[in-house]
T-cell receptor
């Protein structure tokens, strides 16, 4: 079983739409959670960390459900510039290890 | 500005040649990592190092070697033993010992074997 699983998509949504991505992780001892954004042929960049109480950054909202071991990312009012691949990343409590989902592809259509 | 520098950005290699990818960071991070990404695939861990003079194999270490002689530097050698080396290679670093320390990435090195 993979450490982190994501729906690969692709998600094709119109501008202004709300879109949600989910991610599940297998290790209940996982410590920290992140969403990264990766543009085509570029390196991943941190979009936001995910905190236990949930957190929001502008149009982006991240949620963590430790009991069910899943993480979500909600994007409201989608912009063309949001088109990218979104990676779910989980950090272990010990060993400073990071585990990546395969990424979810988003295309925002005019 | 602090960050991670990878070089070269693009590299072409003939079959049977070893190549070394450079990774330097000035973030004062203890932990450094090498990942490989194939088209349409997720990141796979090749090697990682938590401290100078120590490193561990990741999931796909065969055909690769690393060294960590300085905190700032973590070069990756792709040897001729690596059967399918054409890929996008990403170096990353993070602060050890913190609960929420995220990964910082270099811009990547794209290796093509001719």
């Amino acid at each position: 079983r993979k450490e982190v699983e994501q729906d690969p998509g692709p998600f094709n949504v119109p501008e202004g739409a709300t879109v949600a991505f989910n991610c599940t992780y297998s290790n209940s001892a996982s410590q920290s959670f992140f969403w990264y954004r990766q543009d085509c042929r570029k390196e991943p960049k941190l979009l936001m960390s995910v905190y236990s109480s949930g957190n929001e950054d502008g149009r982006f909202t991240a949620q963590l459900n430790r009991a069910s071991q899943y993480i979500s990312l909600l994007i409201r009012d989608s912009k063309l510039s949001d088109s990218a691949t979104y990676l779910c990343v989980v950090k272990t409590r010990t060993g400073n290890q990071f585990y990546f989902g395969t990424g979810t592809s988003l295309t925002v259509i005019p | 500005d602090g960050g991670i520098t990878q070089s070269p950005k693009y590299l072409f290699r003939k079959e049977g040649q070893n190549v070394t990818l450079s990774c330097e960071q000035n973030l004062n991070h203890d932990a450094m990592y090498w990942y490989r990404q194939d088209p349409g695939q997720g990141l796979r861990l090749i090697y990682y190092s938590q401290i100078v003079n120590d490193f561990q194999k990741g999931d796909i270490a065969e055909g690769y070697s690393v060294s960590r002689e300085k905190k700032e530097s973590f070069p990756l050698t792709v040897t001729s033993a690596q059967k399918n080396p054409t890929a996008f290679y990403l170096c990353a670093s993070s602060m050890s010992g913190t609960a929420t320390g995220e990964l910082f990435f270099g811009e990547g090195s794209r290796l093509t074997v001719l």
